[in-house]
């Protein structure tokens, strides 16, 4: 059973900055794209970042702003987040895809939410 764990969200004054870190386990597979999404309230869940093992690419409200890593060793993606905004805050997801070994089919799997909230 692939589980991800979230961390890091919390409150921040405008200009701050957080790390958000997303750890994936129990996978016997592949991970291929690693995301992070968000949600404010009464909007639809958008992309923020996408990181892949040759390509990153952002929603180009946060391009210059937030970064997207990932440690493969620890099947981890992390989101570094600075000059935080207030239309930043929002429950922060992350998102992996996996192709289990021996399938062709990729899994999406996502974590519980952590919130980032942005307020002076």
């Known amino acids: 059973q692939v589980q991800l764990v979230e961390s890091g969200g919390g409150l921040v004054q405008p200009g701050g900055s957080l790390r958000l870190s997303c750890a994936a386990s129990?996978?016997?597979?592949?991970?291929?794209?690693m995301a992070w999404y968000r949600q404010a309230p009464g909007k639809q869940r958008e992309r923020v970042a996408r990181i892949t093992s040759d390509s990153t690419n952002y929603a180009d409200s946060v391009k210059g702003r937030f970064t997207i890593s990932r440690d493969n060793a620890k099947n981890t993606v992390y989101l570094q987040m600075n000059s935080l905004k207030p239309e930043d805050t929002a429950v922060y997801y992350c998102?992996?895809?996996?192709?289990?070994?021996?399938?062709?089919?990729?899994?999406?799997?996502w974590g519980q939410g952590t919130q980032v909230t942005v307020s002076s």
């Open positions: 129990g996978s016997n597979g592949r991970i291929n794209a």
């Open positions: 998102n992996v895809r996996i192709m289990p070994i021996g399938s062709i089919y990729e899994y999406n799997y």
